[in-house]
């Protein structure tokens, strides 16, 4: 069963920045993109950014464009979201999701199958 932890999430100002991390586990992991996606307080689940399979194409919502990066490290099965210049409106639960099929590149919900357990990430003003 495929495993998504993720970690980094914390409480920041305003401008500052955080670094999310997940490691995924029984999951042949360089085959398939891998995205973030949050959920604010009272808001459906969002996409957020995601990463083709080998790492090379990547794609951002339009509200963090610019602040965030996506990356990955095949050999560690990782997937990384570098947040800079964060905003009080990208306090969420941070989510790490796998696509459900090898070889594709999603941006909706319905495109991945597992998802990790969410971390907080709260940005005061």
């Known amino acids: 069963q495929v495993q998504l932890v993720e970690s980094g999430g914390g409480l920041v100002q305003a401008g500052g920045s955080l670094r999310l991390s997940c490691a995924a586990s029984?999951?042949?992991?360089?085959?398939?993109?891998m995205a973030w996606f949050r959920q604010a307080p009272g808001k459906e689940r969002a996409f957020v950014a995601v990463?083709?399979?080998?790492?090379?194409?990547?794609l951002y919502a339009d509200s963090v464009k610019g602040r965030f990066t996506i990356s990955r490290d095949n050999a560690k099965n990782t997937v990384d979201l570098q947040m800079n210049s964060l905003k009080p409106e990208d306090t969420a639960v941070y989510y790490c999701?796998?696509?459900?099929?090898?070889?594709?590149?999603?941006?909706?919900?319905?495109?991945?199958?597992?998802w990790g357990q969410g971390t907080q990430v709260t940005v005061s003003s």
């Open positions: 999701a796998a696509n459900r099929r090898p070889w594709v590149i999603g941006t909706t919900i319905r495109d991945f199958g597992s």
């Open positions: 029984a999951l042949t992991f360089s085959m398939y993109s």
């Open positions: 990463i083709r399979w080998s790492g090379g194409s990547t």
